[in-house]
C-alpha cells in the first residue's frame, strides 16, 4: 500500500466517535430541535477522521446530514480552538457567495455536550489528502491546482468591510503580531519541549520583517484536504478549517499555501523533487503567476521570507499538537503521528531562512 493509499483512506470519510469525544445526543437533539430551522429527527452521529484540532462530527437525519464542530475537551490554551470565530467567519464568507458551507447555529453553553460548537451544513463532494492529485487524471490536474488558486485569490479580493469583518483582527504589523503569538505559544508549552531550530528563527524571523502592509481576510491552512471539491469536476464547493483565520496580509497565507512546492513528499505529500511535467501540474513560478494576475500584482517580492516564515509557524502549531499528545488532550493516531514531525518542520524552516541570511 502507498503513502498516498494510506492518507487517503486514513482522513478520509468518518468512523465511530473516539473516546474521550462522546456526545451526549439527547442534549444535543433537543439543541438541534430549538435551534436550527427544519431539523427533525432522529439524529446518529459519527465524528470524522480529520478534523484533528477541532473534533468534527457527521450528524445524520432522515431529512439532511449536519457537520459539527467543537471545542476539544480537556485543558485549553486560551486563544485555540475558537469556534465561535469560525463560525462568524464562514457565516459572512457565505452572504458574500465565498464557497463554505452553510451554517445553522452556534452553542456556547457548555453544558449541551461539553464545549462550544457550532453546526453546518454537510456539503457533499470530494476531499483530496494528496497535493499531486492522484486520483484526478494527469489532464485535469492543473484544473484543479487553478480552482485552488482561483478560490484563494476570491478570498484576498473580499472587501473586509462589506462583509462585516473589519474587527475580525487587528490590522497591521500581522507579520510581528503572528511571530509574537507563536513564539510564545512555542515558549510556553514547556510539555512539548524545546527545538534548537525553533529557537533561532524565534530570535532571526521578528529582526527581519519585509516592509509594507496590506489586509485581507486570510485562512490560515489554506490546502488541498481543506477544501470539498465537486465530485466530478474541478470546482472548489467549500472551504473548510476556519480555525486559524483572521485578518492579516494576503501574501502570508498565499505563501503557506505555495509551501506544497518547498516540502518534499514524505513530509506532508509535498511537490519539492517531484517531476511537476510528468505530474500535468503548474510550477511555482505558473502558480506564483496565476495568483498575481488575479489579485493585479506585478509580482511578489520577499517570498522567500514568507515562505520560512510559514513553515515556523507551521513548526509551531505541530508543536502544540505535541503538547497536546502529551497532556492527553489530542488523542488520535494521526495527532501522535504529526506531533513526531516538529523537528523536521523546523529544520525546513530554518533552511528556509538560510537561503536569505539567518
Known sequence: MTETVDRQTQFSGTSAVRAGQEIDLARLHGWMTANVEGFAGPLTVEQFKGGQSNPTYKLLTPGQNYVLRRKPPGQLLASAHAVDREYRVITALHAQGFPVARTFGLCTDESVIGTWFYVMDCVDGRIFWDTSFPDVPREQRAAYFD???????????????????????????????????WSRQYMED???????????????LPANIPPGEEVSVVHGDYRCDNMIFHKTEP??????DWELSTLGH???????????????PETTTGLLGRDLDALGVPTEAEYVAAYCARTGRAGIDNLDFYVAYNLFRLAGIVHGIRGRVV???????HARKMAEGVENLADLALAQARKIGA
Request: glycine fraction near 8%; proline fraction near 4%; charge should be positive.
Open 250 to 264: 494576503p501574501l502570508a497565507d498565499f505563501a503557506y499555501h505555495l509551501m506544497i512546492y518547498r516540502m518534499p
Open 147 to 181: 480552482a485552488m488558486n482561483a478560490t484563494l485569490a476570491q478570498l484576498h479580493m473580499i472587501d473586509v468591510e462589506k462583509a462585516g469583518l473589519a474587527d475580525y483582527g487587528k490590522p497591521g504589523n500581522y507579520f510581528s503580531r503572528q511571530i509574537g503569538r
Open 235 to 240: 470546482k472548489v464547493l467549500a472551504v473548510l
Open 190 to 204: 514547556a510539555d512539548a519541549g524545546r527545538v534548537a531550530a525553533m529557537d533561532r528563527l524565534v530570535e532571526w
Open 327 to 333: 497532556r492527553g488532550t489530542a488523542t488520535s493516531a
